[in-house]
């Protein structure tokens, strides 16, 4: 497993159906990944806005992952088209304001998949762990 350090927090934004099932499937499996996470549950993540991505960074964030249903299967139609919108306006604010676009990740997981889950984090915490190496 790969470790964020005990100050490093890593914000994750998940829709509240399939998304949030594949973080409780990580738990039910005892699947190790980084204590760093602070999972933050939604209704559906289009409506998640550059502003909050951006505000999770002001307010120290190393890492954000956003995590939503598979193509779709989206309770609310089109939330995944807009989520993915948002993902990559806020990825093109980030290179502006000098961070590195890879601190923020978007992944689309089935429910009960918590080994996806568990996968995406740890690459996500192994990009944070580089990004420190190169400043």
């Not at 990944?33 to 307010?59: D, H, M, N, Q, W």
Request: glycine share 10%.
């Amino acid at each position: 497993m790969n470790k964020a350090t005990e100050k490093e927090k890593i914000i994750l934004f998940t829709c509240n159906w399939h998304a949030f099932s594949s973080l409780e499937t990580a738990g039910k499996k005892n699947l190790v990944y980084t204590p760093a996470l602070v999972p933050i549950r939604i209704s559906c993540l289009g409506r998640i806005t550059p502003g909050i991505i951006l505000k999770a960074f002001e307010g120290g964030a190393a890492g954000v992952c956003l995590v939503g249903c598979p193509e779709g299967e989206c309770r609310y139609q089109n939330g995944n088209q807009g989520a993915q919108e948002v993902f990559e306006e806020s990825r093109n604010l980030l290179r502006l304001l000098g961070y590195n676009e890879n601190l923020l990740q978007y992944h689309l997981i089935a429910a009960g998949d918590g080994e996806s889950f568990q996968k995406n984090v740890d690459q996500l915490v192994k990009i944070i762990q580089d990004n420190r190496k190169t400043r």
